[in-house]
């Protein structure tokens, strides 16, 4: 099983900031990306960035200069910060978990697959 937690989602004025973590628990063996993307009523889930295990970056070319993803030292962890936010960031954002694989300790689990968190609703206000 592998569960993806997010946090720290929420109301903001245009300007402000706000920083998104994603945790991912379970038997992972490794993740080769995680990252974030929104989603708007009506439309289809849009990138907004990634990051990749050894620490390279993509990003919406919408957000750049403005946002920041990195991943902690053990990689199950990653964070966007979001500064300098315009109200068209509003929507939920979707942490995602790329590439994973999984193992129980002794055995290695066919793979790899991708897994989603559950959405965190961000809204920015003009």
């Known amino acids: 099983q592998v569960h993806l937690a997010e946090s720290g989602g929420g109301l903001v004025q245009a300007g402000g900031s706000l920083r998104l973590s994603c945790v991912v628990s379970g038997d992972v063996f490794t993740i080769k990306h995680m990252g974030w993307y929104r989603q708007v009523p009506g439309q289809q889930r849009q990138l907004v960035a990634t990051?990749?295990?050894?620490?390279?970056?993509e990003y919406a070319d919408s957000v750049k200069g403005r946002f920041t993803i990195y991943r902690l030292d053990n990689s199950l962890t990653a964070h966007l910060q979001m500064d300098r936010l315009k109200p068209e960031a509003t929507g939920v954002y979707y942490c995602?978990?790329?590439?994973?694989?999984?193992?129980?300790?002794?055995?290695?689990?066919?793979?790899?697959?991708?897994?989603w968190g559950q959405g965190t609703q961000d809204t920015v206000s003009a």
């Open positions: 995602a978990a790329k590439g994973v694989y999984r193992t129980d300790g002794s055995y290695y689990y066919p793979g790899p697959k991708n897994y």
């Open positions: 990051i990749g295990e050894g620490g390279g970056t």
